[in-house]
């Protein structure tokens, strides 16, 4: 098994939106209506915010890859792209994405230690992520990870108030 990181630009456009879509979709569906998850990839996943995102000297994309095939992908961001804290001494890891069929095989703690190892690099004093309050398979890994909860924020699916538990694993 051939696992490889491979940082994006704006070249990768295509894969990242389809990646977006799909995971998103596959991970949230049968807990949310087909109206708000619409509405949701329709405004958080379309071509031009993914675009504005690739672009963004703040935020970060590594395309995951297994045997040469793209099955996933993280983003970190820093600075003013970080969603809530826009705290100098963090990194925000906003997503671990990963194609259903590949979860379970560890694959997820390859992105979050790539996350945790540019943290450290740059001398950043904690790392921190949101992670839906019904996605207890993601908080347990999360929290085997080294995370801690330390907020909650609200969070909009469509129309439906969700709530986001923010999580912190403060660097050494």
């Not at 109206?35 to 949701?40: A, K, L, P, S, V």
């Not at 908080?139 to 969700?162: C, P, S, V, W």
């Amino acid at each position: 098994m051939e696992i490889q990181l491979k940082e994006c630009d704006e070249s990768n456009i295509e894969v990242v939106l389809k990646l977006s879509r799909d995971t998103f979709y596959e991970s949230f569906s049968k807990m949310n209506t087909k109206e708000n998850m619409d509405t949701y990839l329709n405004s958080a996943f379309n071509r031009e915010k993914i675009k504005a995102e690739l672009r963004d000297p703040n935020s970060t994309f590594f395309l995951l890859l297994l045997n040469n095939n793209v099955i996933g992908y993280l983003k970190i961001n820093e600075h003013e792209a970080q969603t809530d804290l826009k705290d100098e001494p963090g990194l925000e890891i906003e997503r671990v994405y990963i194609m259903a069929e590949f979860q379970g095989r560890g694959l997820g703690k390859v992105l979050m230690i790539k996350g945790i190892e540019i943290a450290q690099a740059n001398n950043k004093a904690y790392v921190w992520l949101g992670v839906w309050e019904k996605n207890v398979r993601a908080i347990q890994f999360y929290e085997r990870m080294g995370f801690n909860t330390f907020a909650t924020h609200d969070f909009y699916l469509g129309d439906e108030k969700q709530t986001d538990i923010l999580m912190k694993m403060i660097l050494d």
